[in-house]
């Protein structure tokens, strides 16, 4: 049986290379190869095949070369190149029977392969496995055949007939099976960023006039109200503010969608780190006090960023008021800068009520939020898209009833300056 045995060692290396091309399609998240890239890589297929061929007997070579030609020709309509490719090479390890045995079984093949490769794209999936199966155990037995003709197998025969008769059709049901797999979870991935973009649109749809509508039609009412004639000056007054607060309340909202869909850093600048995050919490001091949190920080002498400050500030106000809102019977709030010669870190941590797993999971997903009527489960959304922007990474940690802890990560402006200069 030394052709089946060396058969099945040709096909071990088939499908290990086979295997490396995978990785490597995977790792480069590519969905399309360049037809180029496929022939060099069938050939390459096509010479390994030939290079560890069994040749007990100088003019003839038992190999599964019949797999990339197959695969290749049906699959990716390369037969005729792949088919002259083999026989160049074929004429490198000598000019004999098994050559001219070759060439006459190839090359109608060839020909064969330009129209074969479009019929066979035309057909349903499932039928096309056994198409190429059936085709490669036709190769198979005309293989042999020929070589019983010139009388190359022998004694061996037998061992001739079952390699030819298994092994190739083998091989090629498995790797046709593999691509049209590969293919289907390619299709099925991209229908699924499809279908994700139009839920997302369609959520963003729904929530504008949610979100909008409440406030306005509130707005409205007093408006309505406003009409009276007789209503009391400090009843007036109060009804005006409360427009005015739902008007703002609207805005707010529009500000924060056009901060997620478009956050485009409008005005780029250095920021220093620590003086806009001193800027932040005196913003932010009131709303603390209110709760009776005490802030603490801890800020490194130098770091200087690059971004827009509009929104550094927007960002830094959603999380330090996440975190003041966290600690609704007062804590401590601890803000802290490091500066390394590539990276600022600003951590921000509270002794809050913390969050489960599952709902630090969704931390940044749109109109996620526990605070009912209070929240707008959009204020993560619109922090992820920012530091996003700034090319920023955010770590967060948090234990239930202990607390939470943002790490914020932003490129240093030396390290910027570096990469600009490379
Ligand atoms: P909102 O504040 O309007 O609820 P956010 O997007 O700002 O929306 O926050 C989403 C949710 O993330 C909050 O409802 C809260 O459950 C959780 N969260 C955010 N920051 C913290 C924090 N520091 N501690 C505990 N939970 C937090
Ligand atoms: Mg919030």
Redesign the pocket.
């Known amino acids: 049986m030394e052709i089946t045995k060396h058969l099945f060692i040709n096909l071990s290396i088939l499908i290990i290379l086979l295997l490396f091309c995978l990785i490597w399609l995977d790792n480069s998240k590519k969905f399309t190869i360049s037809k180029k890239i496929i022939v060099v890589f069938f050939i390459f297929l096509i010479w390994t095949c030939i290079q560890f061929s069994y040749n007990p007997v100088p003019f003839a070579r038992y190999d599964l070369r019949i797999i990339p030609l197959v695969v290749g020709g049906l699959y990716f309509g390369v037969g005729p190149i792949l088919v002259l490719a083999m026989l160049i090479i074929r004429s490198f390890y000598g000019l004999e029977t098994g050559l001219l045995e070759t060439a006459v079984l190839y090359i109608p093949l060839a020909v064969a392969f330009f129209r074969l490769s479009p019929w066979f794209w035309k057909q349903a999936p499932i039928r096309r496995i056994p198409y190429a199966v059936c085709l490669g155990m036709l190769l198979g037995v005309l293989t042999v055949s020929g070589m019983e003709l010139i009388n190359h197998t022998g004694s061996n025969w037998y061992d001739a007939w079952f390699a030819y008769l298994v092994i190739p059709p083998l091989g090629i049901g498995l790797i046709a099976y593999s691509i049209e797999f590969i293919k289907k979870s390619v299709e099925m991935r991209l229908e699924l960023i499809k279908v994700e973009k139009l839920k997302a649109v369609e959520q963003m749809g729904a929530a504008i006039s949610h979100e909008i509508r409440n406030p306005l039609t509130a707005a409205s009412g007093f408006v309505q109200l406003l009409n009276d004639d007789y209503l009391p000056r400090h009843k007036r007054k109060e009804y005006l503010s409360i427009v005015k607060e739902e008007l703002n309340s609207a805005e707010k909202v529009i500000q924060d969608y056009l901060t997620f869909a478009k956050p485009s850093l409008v005005s780029i600048e250095e920021l220093n780190v620590k003086n806009e995050l001193k800027q932040i919490i005196k913003i932010i001091q009131p709303i603390a006090n209110q709760n009776s949190v005490e802030i603490v920080t801890d800020f490194s002498v130098i770091g200087f960023i690059k971004g827009d400050r509009q929104r550094f500030r927007q960002c830094f106000i959603?999380i330090l008021k996440?975190?003041v809102?966290?600690m609704p019977n007062g804590g401590h709030l601890f803000i802290e800068t490091t500066f390394t010669h590539n990276f600022v870190t600003i951590s921000v941590k509270?002794t809050?009520?913390?969050?489960t797993t599952e709902?630090l999971n969704r931390?940044g997903e749109p109109y996620?939020?526990?605070?009912g009527s209070k929240?707008?489960?959009?204020?993560?959304?619109v922090v992820y898209s920012i530091v996003r922007a700034m090319n920023g990474t955010i770590k967060v940690t948090?234990e239930i009833e202990k607390g939470?802890t943002f790490n914020i990560k932003f490129p240093t402006v030396t390290s910027l300056k570096n990469f600009d200069s490379k």
Request: no cysteine; aromatic share 4%; net charge negative.
């Open positions: 959603n996440n975190a809102e966290a509270d809050g009520v913390g969050m709902q931390l996620y939020s526990t605070k929240g707008t489960g959009l204020g993560m959304m948090s939470t």
